[in-house]
C-alpha cells in the first residue's frame, strides 16, 4: 500500500515542446500533496507523468526519473500498464463508463487485474463504494447505469473505481472544478479519510481547497507562454499559505495575478 | 424615418425604434420559421407517401399474381407462373436470399469492425488516411464490376478453398461439395460480404472515432492495455453504432441483384450443401427473369418483390428493437 514518490529532474515534452522543466520533489506516503499554479504551468502534466498518462497524448514524452518506492517507473522494462495498476485516477469530468452499471464500473479495474469470484467481487464492490462515502446512495441501484447518477455521485464513483484496485498512489486532477459546492464539500472529506489508506496527489485551481485537504503544497509557475512550466517551491501547506519563501508564490496565493 | 436628426439625443419612451418596429414585424411572421417548417414537414411526409405508394403498388400486383397461383406460394420449390396451371413459391428464394446474405454478414461485419478499429486504434496516422481512402474507393465500385470480378476471378480459384472446407468440414453437411464450378450460395455470399464491408467499416469507424477520449483514459488509468481499452470503452460505446452499420450492409445485401446473378448458378433447389450447385435470391431471380416475362410472369416476380420488401422491413425493425433495449445503457446520456 501507500508508496512514497520521489522525482528528479523530470522534463516532459510535447512534441518538441518542453512543456515541464527540471522538476524534482519527494512526496511522503499517506499524505495529501496539493499541485497550484496559474493555467499552463505544467501540473496536469506533471501529475499525468506520475502515471505515465503523459505519453498516451501524441508527442508526449518524458525524460527523468519517478522513483515509487524503489522502482523507477520510468526504468527499461517496466509496462505503463502495470504503472497504472499502482497509481490510479481521478479525472476532472466524472467519466463512469456509460455503457456500464454502478457496479460493473467500480468492478472494471477488478476484472483487469485477475479472477474473481462473484462473491469476492461483491465484497471489494461494496467495500470500495463505502470507501467513497457512495454505498448509501446506490446500494439500492448497482444495476442502473453509472451515467444516472449526479455529477458528484458520478466523481465519487469514479473514486469507488480508483480505490477497488487497491493502488499506491491516487491522483487527482482536479476533481472538483465541475461540481457544486456541497458535492465538492464530500469530495474533500473523502479525500482526508482517503489518506490513511492510500499516498493522494491533487491539482486544484482552488486554493481554499488545497489548504483544507493537503498536508503539503507545491506552487508552479511559468516564467511566460511558451516557456516551460517549473516548481518554485514546496513546502508545509500551513506555511505556504502564511509565510512563503518565494515572492511569487505569495504574489500568487494573495491574488496578486494569475 | 431618421432618428438623429428628429431627436438626436434619445428617442421618446412611448415611441418603439425603428429597430424595435422591424422585430416586433418580424416576430408576428418569422418567414425563415415558416418556410423552414414546410420544407421538412413536406420532406417526411413525402417519404411516408412515397413509401405508401410503393408498398401499394408492389400489393395490388401480387394480388394479381397470388390469386392466379395454384401452388402454396411460401412452400413452393418451383417458379412457373405461366404453366397451366400457374405454380410458383418464394421457398427457394427466401432460402437463398437470407443464407447468403447470413454468409455475407459472418465474413463482413468482424473484418469490417477489425478494419475500422485498426484505422482509428492502431494504425499510425500515415497509414489510417490511405487506408480509409481505399475504403471509400471500394464503396464505388458498381455492383457489376464485382460481378465480373467474381465470376471471372473468384469462381475460378475457390475451388481449393472448397476443396478444404469439404475435406475438413464435409462432415457437418453444410460444406459438403460434389466437385461441381463452386457457384454456389457460398461464392454469392463471399461477393457480397466484399460488396457490403466498405459501408459497415465506415459507418464503424465513424462511431468508434466519436468514442470520448475520457473513456479511453478513464479505462487506460485503470491500468488496461489497448485491447482491453477497446473492449470496456469503445466497443460497447459503439455498438448500436455498429449494429446500424451491419444493417445498412444488410439492407444491400438482401437487395443485391447484379453481382449475384452473375455469380450464382441458379436452380429452383434446397441444398443443404452451401457449396452445391441451385439456389437463387429474390433480385437474382427477378433481373433474370424480367425481361422475358409475360403480365402474368412480371406479377408473379412482383410478388416476390413484396415478400424482400417484407423482409427487409423486419430485419430493420429487430435491429431496432436490439438497439432500443439497452438504451440506458448506450452512452447516449452521458
Known amino acids: 500500500m501507500a508508496k512514497r514518490i520521489d522525482v528528479s529532474g523530470l522534463n516532459a515534452y510535447y512534441g518538441s515542446f518542453l512543456a515541464i522543466e527540471d522538476i524534482s520533489m519527494s512526496i511522503e506516503p499517506r499524505t495529501v500533496t496539493a499541485f497550484i499554479g496559474p493555467s499552463g504551468c505544467g501540473k496536469s502534466t506533471f501529475l499525468r507523468t506520475l502515471n505515465r498518462m503523459h505519453e498516451v497524448t501524441p508527442g508526449g514524452r518524458v525524460e527523468g526519473k519517478v522513483m515509487l518506492g524503489d522502482e523507477n517507473l520510468y526504468g527499461a522494462g517496466i509496462d505503463p500498464v502495470s504503472v497504472r495498476r499502482e497509481v490510479g485516477m481521478v479525472f476532472q469530468r466524472p467519466n463512469p463508463f456509460p455503457t456500464m452499471s454502478v457496479y460493473d464500473n467500480v468492478a472494471a479495474g477488478l476484472k483487469l487485474n485477475g479472477n474473481f469470484k462473484k462473491s469476492e467481487l461483491d465484497d471489494i464492490v461494496e467495500r470500495s463504494l463505502k470507501g467513497a462515502n457512495l454505498w448509501n446512495e446506490v446500494k439500492d441501484r448497482l444495476n442502473k447505469p453509472g451515467s444516472g447518477l449526479s455529477g458528484g455521485q458520478q466523481q465519487r464513483l469514479c473514486i469507488a473505481r480508483a480505490i477497488a484496485v487497491e493502488p499506491n498512489v491516487l491522483l487527482m486532477d482536479e476533481p472538483c472544478s465541475a461540481l457544486d459546492p456541497i458535492s465538492t464539500l464530500a469530495i474533500e472529506d473523502l479525500i482526508g479519510e482517503l489518506k490513511e489508506r492510500f499516498t493522494i496527489v491533487i491539482v486544484t485551481h482552488n486554493m481554499q481547497q488545497a489548504a483544507r485537504v493537503s498536508d503539503r503544497t507545491a506552487f508552479f509557475n511559468l516564467a511566460a507562454v511558451g516557456q516551460p512550466g517549473k516548481l518554485i517551491e514546496m513546502d508545509e501547506t500551513e506555511r505556504i499559505f502564511s509565510n512563503p519563501s518565494v515572492q511569487a508564490t505569495e504574489d500568487y496565493i494573495s491574488g496578486r495575478f494569475g | 424615418m431618421d432618428i438623429t436628426t428628429q431627436n438626436p439625443t434619445s428617442p421618446p419612451a412611448s415611441r418603439p425604434s425603428e429597430v424595435e418596429q422591424k422585430r416586433a414585424a418580424r416576430a408576428a411572421t418569422r418567414p425563415g420559421d415558416r418556410v423552414f417548417l414546410a420544407l421538412s414537414r413536406g420532406s417526411g411526409v413525402f417519404l411516408l407517401v412515397l413509401m405508401a405508394a410503393i408498398a401499394g403498388f408492389l400489393t395490388y400486383r401480387s394480388a394479381l ?19 397451366n396451371p400457374p405454380e410458383f413459391g418464394i421457398a427457394v428464394l427466401a432460402f437463398g436470399t437470407v443464407v447468403s446474405s447470413i454468409i455475407a454478414m459472418a465474413i463482413a461485419v468482424p473484418v469490417a469492425v477489425g478494419i475500422a478499429l485498426f484505422i482509428t486504434h492502431y494504425a499510425p496516422r500515415r497509414l489510417a488516411g490511405p487506408i480509409a481512402y481505399v475504403i471509400d474507393l471500394l464503396a464505388a465500385v458498381p455492383s457489376i464490376v464485382y460481378g465480373l470480378w467474381g465470376v471471372l476471378f473468384l469462381v475460378p480459384h475457390m ?7 469439404d475435406d475438413y468440414l464435409g462432415w457437418t453437411g453444410i460444406f459438403e461439395w460434389q466437385g461441381g464450378a463452386p457457384r454456389s450460395l457460398f461464392t454469392a455470399g463471399v461477393v457480397l460480404a466484399i460488396m457490403i464491408l466498405p459501408i459497415i467499416t465506415n459507418v464503424s469507424r465513424e462511431v ?62 434446397i441444398n443443404a450443401s452451401l457449396l452445391d450447385w441451385g439456389g437463387g435470391t429474390f433480385a437474382q431471380n427477378i433481373a433474370a427473369k424480367f425481361s422475358e416475362a409475360s403480365v402474368m410472369g412480371r406479377d408473379a416476380l412482383i410478388a416476390s418483390g413484396l415478400v424482400l420488401f417484407v423482409i427487409t422491413l423486419l430485419v430493420n425493425g429487430t435491429a431496432r428493437m436490439i438497439v432500443a433495449r439497452r438504451k440506458e445503457f448506450s452512452g447516449a446520456n452521458a
Do not use: C, K
Open chain 2, 208 to 269: 468508434f472515432r466519436q468514442v470520448p477520449q475520457m473513456h479511453e483514459e478513464a479505462a487506460l488509468a485503470l491500468g488496461a492495455t489497448r485491447w482491453e481499452v477497446i473492449r470496456m470503452a469503445v466497443l460497447p460505446y459503439g455498438r448500436s453504432g455498429v449494429i446500424s452499420a451491419s444493417m445498412l450492409g444488410l439492407g444491400r445485401a438482401l437487395g443485391e441483384t447484379m453481382a449475384v446473378a452473375m455469380v450464382l448458378s441458379p436452380a429452383f433447389t
Open chain 2, 159 to 165: 475451388q481449393g478453398l472448397y476443396g478444404w472446407l
Open chain 2, 65 to 83: 399474381a397470388l390469386s392466379e397461383n395454384e401452388a402454396n406460394f411460401f412452400t413452393t420449390f418451383e417458379w412457373n407462373p405461366t404453366g
